[in-house]
């Protein structure tokens, strides 16, 4: 099944450069490009692409501006931040990017980025299994249930449901196996809370079950990314700063 692609960047050769190599991937159709942030936004919702590969310093609406406007779309596509400033990495991951990759673009890592994407967009029809049971990290916890919202319903979570917890824009929202929730609680709440289930703050705005981490990417600068063992793999950022923590208890 074809993955539907679409390239927004104000500079015509990188634009050229992308689709050419997008074009030796069998199953990628290029179906937009776009110039700027603005009329990407229209070609976007006229195409509804399944990956946005986007760059961020545009004049006008920028690629982090775009992105955020994107995840209040009814079906939101995937965002690849295609630059040549590794710096953004941060702010890009702090607005969900699938994922980040550097020009001058080469094929190979290209692959790479549509070999994972494709358990997102086509995934395998299997029957739907629940996550396997985790033991607690240490005898003894109480048993805690955070409230979770959604849909005007009160949703009571275990700590070992959760893979992780994101702040963005005054809201609080906690991933699950099976979805995303609002919360009532602020991240440092949740952190005090969790830190005996094997909690612990990657980023600013972020905290992450220690239990779910299935893989580790050395990232830029003495920055982290986690690989979560849900179906969707989800992606999450560990920031310099608290790469220590991180390192503490992998014994990296």
Known sequence: MTIRACIIDDEAPARREL????????????????????????????????????DIN??????????????????QPLVVFATAYEQYALQAFDVSAFDYILKPFELERLQKTFAKMRKIVHPPVSPTEAPPALPALESGNRLLK??????????????????????????????????????KSTLNDLEQK??????????????????????????????????????????ILVSRYHAKELKKHFDL
């Open 19 to 54: 689709k050419f190599l997008l074009g030796q991937i069998d199953d990628v159709e290029v179906v937009c490009e776009a110039a700027n942030g603005a009329i990407g936004l229209k070609k976007i919702r006229e195409h509804c692409p399944d990956v946005i590969f986007l």
């Open 58 to 75: 545009m004049p006008g609406l920028n690629g982090l501006e775009l992105s955020q406007i994107l995840a209040d779309l009814p079906t």
């Open 146 to 183: 955070i409230p979770a919202y959604k849909n005007d319903r009160i949703i009571p979570l275990a700590p070992d449901r959760i893979l992780c917890a994101r702040a963005a824009e005054g809201d609080v929202l906690i991933q699950t196996f099976d979805g995303q929730y609002m919360t």
């Open 194 to 235: 969790l830190a005996s289930h094997g909690f612990i703050r990657t980023h600013r705005s972020s905290l992450v079950n220690l239990q779910h981490v299935a893989e580790i990417i050395p990232w830029f600068n003495g920055s982290y990314k986690l690989v979560m063992n849900d179906r969707q793999k989800t992606e």
